[in-house]
């Protein structure tokens, strides 16, 4: 847009040596090939720049987003089918506008151009089309700062979304065990080992709690399983996430406990089977009834192949996050000791930053095994950075094209208004010669302005809403119309606008009057 208007600027300065010329016996398809040069050799510079700005931004965008936060999906290049469709369309506008005012003076009297010195060529045709350039530009902004809008309000959510864990202080990692047998392991022989490493990990300086799980809070890993609750319909069988912990786990991650008790060491293979539900499935699952005197009816984990058994529900656990921060699923939590897997996580809580903490970790579970092998250690604070991973690309996508929408716009609008100021200099040097202040001609090129931002921004906003509704599936807590968002995005589009008029109405309303009505 910007492009073309200034293409059509530089057309209609160019009125008056186009009609001279024409005067002088020039034919209109050597002044056409002259403008088509000119505007084929500026659409192929700007084409080019554009292309290094866009590498430059793709660079920038790369150096700000750590590349282990970065979505599998993400391919971080230029695509050149897409560059070359880009450059094609640039070049195509270019030379379009660039030949049009080439066109329009080929057609007109050349002795009226003269007389009035060139502004015969403006035209009221022209001066609409340069005007709904901005308004469309202003149309196409709005959306784009909208998404960027949409996208962090959606990051800021999920940023203070209750996970039902603490992040802080907890180290957290998956172990390979080389002495377990892996097909068909011995649930003693697990147990045991388990019981080691915990009870040497406790044994470090800084370890506050320790637990082993199978798989860590917020982590994509997950298990599945489906359930039935004792005396309900066997045909109705939801599945539900299964975790399975040690007693230490609640401390460990912080998981607050709402009703009931927690698992004990005494919750082994030899006594009773107990679980715990999240408060998602109990809302779900368990209306209107107690939970602890209700039992749910599932297979072991470890022995997928037996048949199912009655598991006692003796307390009911807040929520956790456990595949992300968007969902709130339905979880049932078994005892460690009742059903150990052979690679299992563990998870560390220490009084100093667990990442330094982690060397004398692994040298506590060497000390136990020492072929053991460390899965994605890693602390709790990365892993939830990891689950915010795509949102955050999202934001930082839409905020780069927002960026460049933003000051495309405020150019444009800027770029008319000082044309617009320098073509109507003669006219505002009379208004103030008859009376008018200088108050006023700067109030009249604002209004001129802010008119077409505003018209801009009412296209726009249709074109948000649209974009709000195509981003849903990716947005968190954020509708399709978001007033905060639209609003937001919404005064600062008008405010770059209010900022690029007032520079071309400070000069219309500083105009020397004299000296240039004596050069006119």
């Known amino acids: 847009m910007n492009v073309a208007n200034l293409l059509l600027a530089k057309g209609i300065t160019k009125q008056r040596e186009v009609a001279i010329r024409g005067a002088l016996g020039a034919r209109p398809s050597s002044i056409f090939a002259q403008f088509l040069t000119e ?20 660079r920038g965008m790369v150096a700000v987003i750590p590349a282990d936060a970065l979505p599998a999906e993400a391919d971080l290049r230029l695509n050149v089918p897409i560059l070359l469709i880009m450059l094609a369309t640039a070049t195509l506008a270019g030379v379009l506008f660039g030949c049009a005012p080439a066109w329009y003076a080929s057609r007109s009297d050349p002795a009226g151009a003269l007389k009035e010195g060139g502004r015969s060529g403006i035209g009221q045709g022209r001066q609409r089309l340069r005007r709904f350039l901005v308004i469309a530009e202003f149309a196409m902004a709005l959306p784009l700062l909208a998404g960027a809008g949409l996208a962090i309000h959606s990051l800021w959510n999920l940023t203070h979304v209750d996970l039902g864990v603490r992040t802080d202080h907890i180290l957290g990692f998956y172990l390979d065990s080389v002495p377990i047998e892996k097909d068909n392991p011995n649930q003693t022989e697990v147990t045991t080992y388990y019981r080691r490493i915990l009870a040497s990990i406790a044994a470090v300086p800084g370890v506050s709690h320790v637990s082993a799980l199978s798989y860590l809070p917020l982590d994509s890993l997950h298990a599945e399983i489906p359930f039935t609750i004792a005396g309900q319909p066997q045909s109705l069988r939801p599945n539900a996430d299964l975790e399975m912990v040690t007693p230490d786990y609640f401390q460990t991650f912080g998981i607050r406990i709402v009703k009931g008790r927690t698992f004990t060491d005494h919750d082994d293979a030899l006594s009773v089977k107990v679980a715990m539900v999240n408060e998602a499935f109990a809302d779900r699952f368990l209306k209107g009834v107690d939970p602890l005197q209700q039992r749910v009816v599932m297979k072991q984990a470890t022995k997928l192949n037996g048949p199912a058994i009655e598991w006692q529900i003796v307390g009911v656990f807040h929520t956790v996050k456990s595949r992300g921060s968007r969902e709130d699923n339905p979880e049932i939590d078994t005892p460690f000791w009742q059903e150990a897997y052979s690679v299992s996580g563990i998870g560390v809580r220490t009084a100093q930053d667990p990442a330094i903490m982690f060397k004398s970790v692994a040298a506590a579970v060497s000390a136990v095994d020492s072929q053991a092998a460390f899965l994605k250690p890693r602390t709790m604070e990365q892993v ?30 800027y770029g008319v208004m000082a044309f617009s100021v320098a073509r109507r200099s003669r006219e505002m040097a009379l208004r103030m010669a008859l009376g008018a202040t200088r108050n006023r001609v700067l109030a009249l090129v604002m209004k001129e302005g802010v008119t077409l ?68």
């Open 39 to 58: 505007s084929l050799t500026l659409a192929i510079l700007g084409g080019l720049l554009g292309v290094a700005a866009g590498y430059a931004m793709l």
């Open 384 to 413: 939830h950075d990891e689950v915010l991973g795509n949102d955050r690309f999202t934001a930082i996508l839409f905020a780069s094209f927002a960026v460049v929408g933003l000051a495309l716009a405020t150019v444009g609008i």
């Open 453 to 520: 931002a505003c018209a801009g921004l009412g296209f726009g906003l249709i074109g948000a809403y649209f974009v709000g509704r195509a981003m849903q599936s990716v947005l968190y807590g954020v509708g399709a119309i978001d007033y905060p968002a639209f609003g937001t995005v919404g005064l600062l589009l008008l405010f770059a606008a209010l900022l690029a008029c007032y520079l071309p109405a400070l000069r219309a309303a500083t105009l020397e009057i004299m000296q240039l009505l004596t050069s006119e």
